[in-house]
């Protein structure tokens, strides 16, 4: 995994780039502020602008390196020097909800003896789900979680994101918690942990709030067991 432009500059929502490949419906730029998604959650949406006007940008298809930004109209041809914006509350939503799995995830981790997460997906819709892999458990303690969750949002913890020695990151249990969804380290080596205040370090490559205090409330819906040995728990936004 690069180091993104939205890891370095997450609060960067719009910018100038220049079109460097191209095909109908979809462009390469020189530098994106977009997030690609992956590891579950979906990719930023947003536009560009040309002297023609602007064009939406749906999703964000990742080829090896490459990042297509795929054109809201299939047959738009795009060329030359383009402003490219993020859509913010698309983001904020995203990150809202991806910020809040992990304090489920850690509150899972703690009240049912290190279970971990087999499958996590993040909706652009202010929905989500994680499946863990958890047995014979009562799913109204899992539900219940639900209120601890809230509590952090009120307590407001600072989220951070800080880069430690994969090696090193590897010997600490409990900090690659996800079987499926941790990022690969960066080319030096070094991996991307998600810090939120004194309860949580998580291996993650994707976009978090900066204190919990931004989210809306955090809602659990349907409990579903997926199989012998999983839970999927889908979660959303609340107002
Ligand atoms: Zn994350």
Redesign the pocket.
Known sequence: MAVYLCHEQPHLYEHDALIVDARPGAVVLSRSAFHPGG?G?VSDIGKIETAQGPVGVTHVEVDGDTWWHVLGDPEARLEGDVVVSVDADHRRRVASL??M??VLNAFVFEEFQGSLVTGAQINGDGTGRMDFDLSAIDNDRLRALAAPVNDVIRRGLDVTAVYVDSEEAAATPGLVRSMSVAPPPTPDGRLRL?DVDGLDR?A???T?LDNTAESRPFEIGKIENKGKHNRRVRFRLGE
């Open positions: 590891g959650q991806h910020t799995s992990h998600i998580q993650c490559g994707g978090h």
